[in-house]
Structure formats: C-alpha cells, structure tokens
C-alpha cells in the first residue's frame, strides 16, 4: 500500500525556517517524482514545488522561490521541502504529492503555522 | 486568481448529473493532460481523472472527464450525498517556468 506520511510542522515566527518531511513506503519512491502542495485554511490548492526522480530537475512556484528549497534522499525514501524566511502568507497545510498518472497519492498533509 | 477558471459552485439533487468546467489557456490545458480531484471534507485530495479522461482504479464510473481544446469537463453521475465535496482541475503550465496549476476549486452540493 502506497502510504505518504508528512512530518515536521508547526508554529514558527515571521521570519523564521522549518524543514518538512515525507516518509514514503509501498512504492520504489527513487522511480518517481514529488511534488509539494499546500492549502492555506479556507482557500484551494496551491502547487509549490517539483522535484525529479534523481533530483536533476526541480522547479518552484514564484510565491516561494528563493526561499524554499525542494530536496530527496532516495535511500531514506524521504523527500523534504526547507522552507526559510517564512511569511504569513505561507501558513497551511502542505501535502506531499507522487507523480505517477498526475498526482496519484497524497500525504494526509501537516500544518505550518507563521505567526507573532 | 487562478490561472484555470472553474465555477466556484454548483448543486443537484440525487441521483441527477452534474458537469464541471476548467477553463485555461494554450499553455496549459491546450497542450497538456488534466486532471481532477477530489477533496472531500476536513481530508487529502484525491486522484479523480488522469490524462483527461482516465479514471484510477477504483474510481466508479459515474465519474467521466473530457477535454477540447482549452477547456476541460468533469462529470459526474447518480450523484450521492457522499459525492459533497471541492473538485479541482490539475494541469502543466508551460508558460510560468513550467510550474503546475491548479483550478480555484468548485464546491459540490448534492441537495
């Protein structure tokens, strides 16, 4: 069974950094791509990144460039998303995504938080 | 403002049909596969129509997707009160870097 399970939200501070995670299993994960997507509360989805097979090709939203970066360690089975100078308009619950016909699985999602 | 229009609601009673629209551009759903999903309450999206018209296994089959030019349709069929949720449209945008994008989102109400 293909299971996503996102880690690593929180409350943090304008500002500030927080590192999310997702544990993939049920799935060769080093054979697909993932993606990032985030939910701000009461709002529609949002993509936010794409990262290749072998990392060779990652691509960000405009909202987050500069500031977050998209990463995978193929042997952990695990990708990441590092997300620096945090914003207000960051907060939400971000879902790990595979890429297999489109978006085939979802994370249950973890929600951050930026607020004083 | 998203860069696939859907309308932000639609409602029908049981067991009627009810369509979806997804509207974009030459750089997205004119030369792209789209897809939909599911997102019922308080849970994840779910994969709904791949490829335009594509159902995943064990999606039934009162769910259909269609695709013309830079327009794209989800229906669905028999509707259920368990079918109350936000549909959205998925595609590859090839203009903006490429980045994918996503519909606004449609609220389904079975009445």
């Known amino acids: 069974e293909v299971q996503l399970v996102e880690s690593g939200g929180g409350l943090v501070q304008p500002g500030g950094s927080l590192r999310l995670s997702c544990a993939a299993s049920?799935?060769?994960?080093?054979?697909?791509?993932m993606n990032w997507v985030r939910q701000a509360p009461g709002k529609g989805l949002e993509w936010v990144s794409y990262?290749?097979?072998?990392?060779?090709?990652?691509y960000y939203a405009d909202s987050v460039k500069g500031r977050f970066t998209i990463s995978r360690d193929n042997a952990k089975n695990s990708l990441y998303l590092q997300m620096n100078s945090l914003r207000a308009e960051d907060t939400a619950v971000y879902y790990c995504?595979?890429?297999?016909?489109?978006?085939?699985?979802w994370g249950q999602g973890t929600l951050v938080t930026v607020s004083s | 403002q998203s860069v696939l229009t859907q309308p932000p609601s639609v409602s029908a009673a049981p067991g009627q049909k009810v369509t979806i629209s997804c509207s974009g551009s030459?750089?997205?759903?004119?030369?792209?596969?789209v897809s939909w999903y599911q997102q019922l309450p308080g849970t994840a999206p779910k994969l709904l129509i791949y490829?335009?018209?594509k159902r995943p296994s064990g999606i039934p089959d009162r769910f259909s997707g269609s695709k013309s030019g830079t327009s794209a349709t989800l229906g669905i069929t028999g509707l259920q009160t368990g079918d109350e949720a936000d549909y959205y449209c998925?595609?590859?945008?090839?203009?903006?870097?490429?980045?994918?994008?996503f519909g606004g989102g449609t609220k389904l109400t079975v009445l």
């Open positions: 995504a595979r890429e297999g016909v489109a978006f085939d699985y």
């Open positions: 049920g799935f060769t994960f080093s054979s697909y791509s």
């Open positions: 990262i290749s097979s072998s990392s060779s090709t990652i």
């Open positions: 030459s750089s997205n759903i004119g030369n792209n596969y």
């Open positions: 490829d335009n018209n």
């Open positions: 998925g595609t590859w945008d090839s203009s903006l870097g490429p980045n994918w994008v």
